[in-house]
């Protein structure tokens, strides 16, 4: 007769997904990738470690709704937000913010958690997504609530096409003035 214990040890692992999202280590710096490699849905990009990419490109085609379990949105490469587990993070609706160095080598992860992770700007992610909309499951894209970043449409596409973990494209020139820009106000102390 099997002991009580190992029946539910036997249940948490036949029970669908429970293993997969048991441990925070199943997302790693192997879980991201060139940013362009995702699906694009208007200026962002999205995927689903799940593989339910389908229920995920609705939420983001809709521009209102619940991301499903496993949803990865990015915008520009080093900033991430995984939709985790139901009851991960109540305060972030189960966002996990997560911040990468990416490199030709690949991504690192530098922070990651839900209400406390700020940015290498200072600027603490939660706080301005809280801001979006009801509804938009604290996405924000532009003119949704949510505190401006201060990157134009075509800074954010150079900072896209320079993902340095993709393969290099020819920059249009309002992108390369783009990051001229970007540059300088960077250089600015
Ligand atoms: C100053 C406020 C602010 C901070 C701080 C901030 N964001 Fe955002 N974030 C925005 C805004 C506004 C957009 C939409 C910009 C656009 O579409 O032009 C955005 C876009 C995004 C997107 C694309 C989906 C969306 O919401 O539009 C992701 C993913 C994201 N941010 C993750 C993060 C992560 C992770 C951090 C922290 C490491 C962070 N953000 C910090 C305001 C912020």
């Known amino acids: 007769m099997p002991s009580i214990a ?3 040890l036997l249940l948490i692992f036949l029970s669908p997904g429970a293993g997969l999202w048991a441990a925070d280590s199943t997302i790693d710096e ?3 990738s060139c940013i362009r490699d995702m699906t694009p849905v208007r200026g962002f990009f999205v995927s689903n470690l799940q593989g339910d ?3 995920t ?3 983001s085609t809709a521009g209102t709704g619940t991301y499903p379990q496993g949803s ?3 915008l520009v490469p080093t900033e991430v937000m995984v939709k985790r587990e139901a009851g991960f993070s109540p305060a972030t609706q189960d966002w ?3 911040e990468l160095e990416v490199s030709d080598q690949g991504s690192k992860i530098s922070k990651r958690g839900t209400v406390e992770v ?3 700007f200072g600027g603490n992610c939660f706080a301005c997504h809280v801001k979006a909309n009801p509804g938009r499951d604290m996405v924000c894209e532009q003119g949704n609530g949510c505190d401006p970043i201060p990157l134009t449409p075509d800074m954010i596409r150079a900072i896209q096409n320079t993902d340095p973990r993709c ?3 020819a920059l249009p020139p309002e992108q390369i003035e783009a990051l001229k820009q970007l540059q300088a106000a960077l250089a600015k102390p």
């Open 6 to 8: 190992r029946v539910a």
């Open 30 to 32: 192997k879980t991201f």
């Open 53 to 55: 990419l389908e229920a």
């Open 57 to 59: 490109v609705a939420v």
């Open 72 to 74: 990865v949105i990015q």
């Open 96 to 98: 996990e913010f997560i």
């Open 118 to 120: 700020v940015n290498r």
């Open 167 to 169: 393969e290099p494209v």
